[in-house]
């Protein structure tokens, strides 16, 4: 039984939009994109759209891992708090929420690849029905021969690979009869045409933040911040303010029962040809916008689905204070 604040499921989440559109003309934009696989990939931008665009402080949220649900139920969370002042189960909203959307516009893509979200067994991962293995292979696939985990690869075509999973990875997003991407490191996916799109449309951005889970093997921990694998070489700006950022959230993220986050804030620690998927997918946007990653754990019973949905809601929380407050954007 999944909490009832818990949205993820595409088919739920297309029904709240409806039901925002309905409601809240006024300060909801949404639109999607239909990924090839037919369902609707939704850019929700929420912002008091009778106040000019022009002074306000922008921040994009993105989710591009079908196996990472929690991320959706808490962006589904934080706009329902936006749009109607409570929680979707009926508590005061954590947000002044007058101010955030006179001074701020915030883009949603609560879901990179909703055909992914909607081929999983489960609508949140508990740890109590895979094993880490298990759940692996939901994730990339299962090898032919092992039932392990297939290969992660940035594209794939089916008709150029000699043994292909024995059911596709849920990660995997469909572009054409094919071929798949994983969203987030290849730019035909629906994930990156909405990135570049809505970046020529809306300008420089304040805050990126890219909201993921991962299961924390023989870590007592259950939250961390990541900052960008090229962090070392960016200008002094952005390091500084994503660091403080990510000091904020950790911060929250302590006061959170069941939170357990890393304390030590680091750059994306891959190597090789996972490390080069993300500079060559990642590297002019990291050069000009301050972007962070969360990572809460997944399909561990010691992070059930409630305090996975929290943190990733106070992660959100926090980045919505630190761009009404700060703002990175010189003007
Ligand atoms: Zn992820």
Redesign the pocket.
């Known amino acids: 039984m999944i909490e009832p604040a818990w949205i993820s499921h595409p088919d739920e989440v297309d029904a709240k939009v409806a039901q925002w559109q309905a409601d809240h003309p006024e300060l909801l934009l949404a639109e999607s994109k239909i990924q090839f696989a037919g369902r609707p990939v939704w850019a929700l931008t929420v912002t008091d759209r009778t106040v000019d665009d022009a002074g306000k402080r922008r921040m994009i949220v993105y989710k ?2 079908a196996h ?1 649900p929690a991320p959706i139920a808490a962006q589904v969370n934080v706009i329902e708090q936006l749009l109607t002042g409570q929680t979707i189960d009926g508590r005061p909203s954590e947000f002044d929420g007058e101010r955030v959307l006179r001074e701020c516009v915030l883009v949603f893509l609560p879901d990179a690849n909703p055909d992914g979200t909607a081929r999983a067994p489960v609508e949140a991962w508990d740890g109590s029905r895979c094993t880490n293995e298990e759940f692996w292979a939901w994730m990339r696939g299962p090898d032919p021969d092992t039932g392990e985990m297939w290969k992660r690869v940035d594209i794939y075509d089916e008709r150029e690979e000699e043994r292909l999973p024995s059911r596709t990875g849920i990660v995997y997003e469909q572009i054409d009869e094919h071929r798949w991407v994983e969203p987030n490191r290849h730019h035909s996916s629906t994930l990156f045409q909405w990135l570049f799109e809505l970046t020529d449309r809306y300008g420089d951005w304040d805050q990126l933040l890219s909201l ?3 299961e924390f093997v023989n870590s007592p921990h259950n939250a961390m911040v990541i900052l960008p694998c090229l962090y070392d070489d960016l200008p002094q700006d952005i390091r500084e303010y994503e660091m403080r950022w990510a000091e904020e959230i950790v911060a929250a993220w302590r006061d959170v029962p069941g939170g357990n986050p890393i304390e030590e804030i680091k750059p994306l620690a891959y190597t090789g040809q996972q490390r080069q998927y993300f500079v060559e997918r990642w590297g002019e946007m990291y050069d000009r916008y301050p972007i962070l990653t969360s990572e809460i754990q997944n399909n561990n019973p010691r992070t059930p689905p409630t305090v996975q949905q929290r943190l990733n809601e106070v992660a959100l929380k926090v980045s919505i204070e630190r761009l009404v407050e700060h703002g990175f954007r010189r003007s």
Do not use: K, S
Request: net charge negative.
């Open positions: 591009p891992h990472e993921h889970q991962t």
